[in-house]
């Protein structure tokens, strides 16, 4: 079927509705809107006659208190991830106008599956309410909804209210996916759904549209990002998920057509939290596990927007936001900020700026937060809770790299903690810059996120390559502390080395300072030596003429370098670059190694 694109104002002109003013797409008023995303965690189970559905009493109470939440904070937006909704909460809501969304809000409510007689008989029922209005939907002749119907349906749910004649309603509009999964692994989709052909489109042609795409409705060849395009002058793509593998090039293919030709986009993910499990009904089903969230918000504005002035400009907005587990990051060929979670379970309240609106994409907390909420679920139900006020790096390493934690356990407990930096910081942001510049990178790399969306950070790793990657770089760290202990140093740097020194992150220059330590304080000698630990020896070659460039920009001639890296004929000898002469206090060194056999410089 081919696929068609309904805009919800003409919807609601035929039936003599007034059209909301919807904060979300709106160029006037507001300067941002205000986002709740509920990535939930559960237990689903699934079936080729009903598709993917929860139905656990403490689910359904999670749905109805975060509803009431997005109500008292009055939410422009809320989303949830695919299959979430119960039919059961959108009942409530018809039946209680205290549930309603306020005038101009939008709630996006993809519901669980159901069977195509079942979702028939809901639509019905919603619709013989009284304020109920159930559009976009034929319910007398289902045949003439261009549904290609075989077992189940799965559909977002629309809800927001507006008047018809002075009456005020709630408005109920249905969107089918249109487009099955192809894992092979959840076949019921592929087997039982019914697929729908309609996008409904809210906004005007002259400002911002925004649209739903369910899951793998964003594989669905027939959207074409042209189409979206030509449909307003930005536009806003909701993309909730059950999706066991979210950074699949199949998933993301579209996203990066749309930020490749520079359309000014927001675009919304919501998958479902780890350890989701969703389960076959059928003995021979296989169970599928949410292991990566990846619930993501893609903001792209400037198309000329350069990653280290993002980073630069942005510092302390992601400092202050990233304490409440939302994430930053950076696509640097799209030139796209992307704001993501971690695996487990929150919900958010965040206020993101309009595209048309000059400003950063997610407004500061301010005061107590007001600007960035996040809940998670307790015992006693939804709860608001503080921020991350500190970061215990080495209960990190214990969960997710324990190989590493008796190592650097002991280096956090050395007497002066030369090397324990790391170790006792409480925020991720200087640890991240840390490790980065020990591992060669010195322009905010840690928050490069590549085209295939993959993240390296220190602090945090989401998936089992990228705890892979990132041991790469603590394995590196402790072969240079092992090196600076044993002094295996160019005599000029030896002698520097023989007093008490710190190995850290410094904030002024971004490099690492030496110290010297007397009477239990630390005294400044105001020297400095960049030290840093690369794979090879043409990584420490590049990285040396980056650092020669770079400290001439930044006025540090008298900067000292100490590359280590292992040699290109024997991995087992260390190699240090650059070999220094006596002209290094002017900022002049030779591109020779020096190489190191048991701590002898071989001249």
Avoid at 98 to 112: F, G, R, S, T, Y
Avoid at 427 to 453: A, C, M, Q, T, V
Avoid at 473 to 490: H, I, N, T
């Amino acid at each position: 079927m081919s696929l068609k694109y309904k805009r919800v104002d003409e919807l609601l002109n035929s039936i003599g509705a007034d059209v909301p003013e919807f904060t979300v797409c709106s160029e006037s008023g507001a300067e941002s809107f205000k986002l709740m995303r509920a990535q939930l965690a559960g237990e689903l189970f699934y079936s080729s006659a009903r598709g993917a559905y929860a139905e656990e009493p403490l689910h359904l109470d999670k749905c109805i208190q975060i509803i009431k939440e997005a109500q008292r904070e009055f939410v422009d937006l809320l989303l949830f991830p695919e299959y979430a909704v119960p039919y059961e909460v959108i009942s409530r809501i018809c039946k209680n106008s205290k549930l309603w969304p306020a005038k101009n809000k939008l709630w996006v409510l993809p519901c669980c599956g159901a069977n195509k007689d079942v979702f028939l008989k809901k639509l019905k029922q919603f619709a013989k309410m009284d304020h109920i209005n159930v559009i976009g939907y034929n319910l007398e002749n289902p045949i003439y909804n261009d549904v290609d119907y075989k077992h189940f349906v799965n559909a977002i749910m629309y809800v927001f209210i507006a008047d018809v004649d002075s009456d005020r309603q709630l408005f109920i509009l249905p969107q089918l996916k249109t487009y099955s999964m192809r894992d092979v692994d959840f076949a019921c989709e592929e087997i039982g759904l019914s697929l729908g052909n309609t996008i409904f489109v809210f906004g005007k042609n002259n400002g911002t549209i925004l649209l739903s795409l369910i899951c793998a409705d964003v594989m669905n060849d027939t959207i074409d990002w042209r189409r979206i395009q030509n449909m307003g002058t930005n536009c806003i793509i909701l993309n909730p998920q059950l999706n066991s593998n979210p950074r699949n090039p199949s998933f993301s293919r579209l996203r990066q057509t749309i930020f490749d030709r520079s359309i000014e986009t927001i675009i919304i993910t919501c998958n479902w939290a780890a350890p989701t499990r969703v389960r076959g009904v059928m003995e021979e089903d296989k169970d599928i596990y949410i292991e990566l969230s990846w619930s993501c918000i893609y903001y792209k504005k400037d198309r000329n927007l350069e990653s280290h002035k993002w980073a630069e400009d942005s510092r302390e907005r992601i400092w202050q936001i990233e304490r409440k587990n939302l994430y930053a990051g950076f696509m640097k060929n799209s030139r796209t900020e992307v704001w993501y979670t971690d695996n487990d379970e929150i919900i958010h309240i965040l206020n993101i700026t309009k595209i048309r609106t000059i400003g950063f994409s997610i407004r500061r907390p301010q005061g107590s937060g007001g600007n960035v909420l996040k809940y998670i679920f307790s015992d006693k139900g939804l709860q608001q809770i503080r921020d991350e006020r500190s970061f215990d790096f080495l209960e990190e390493i214990r969960v997710s790299a324990p190989v590493f934690f008796e190592a650097f356990h002991e280096l956090a407990n050395e007497q002066y903690g030369a090397y324990a930096f790391p170790f006792m910081e409480t925020e991720r942001e200087r640890i991240d810059r840390f490790f980065d510049l020990i591992g060669g990178k010195i322009d905010w790399e840690y928050l490069l996120i590549s085209d295939s969306e993959e993240v390296h950070r220190y602090t945090l790793a989401l998936t089992k390559e990228e705890r892979s990657v990132r041991e790469i770089a603590f394995s590196g760290y402790l072969y240079m502390v092992e090196a600076l202990k044993e002094k295996m140093l160019p005599e000029y740097l030896k002698r520097k080395f023989e007093s008490a020194h710190i190995l850290y992150w410094n904030e002024r220059n971004m490099y690492s300072d030496l110290y010297e330590r007397e009477e239990n304080h630390i005294k400044d000698r105001g020297e400095s030596i960049y030290t840093s630990y690369v794979d090879n020896e043409g990584e420490a070659q590049k990285l040396l003429s980056h650092i020669e460039h770079r400290k001439e920009k930044i006025h540090q001639e008298t900067l000292d370098i100490c590359i280590m890296t292992r040699s290109r004929i024997s991995r087992q000898e260390l190699v240090i670059y650059p070999k220094y002469n006596k002209d290094i206090t002017r900022g002049k060194s030779a591109f020779t190694s020096t190489d190191i056999a048991g701590g002898d410089i071989d001249e």
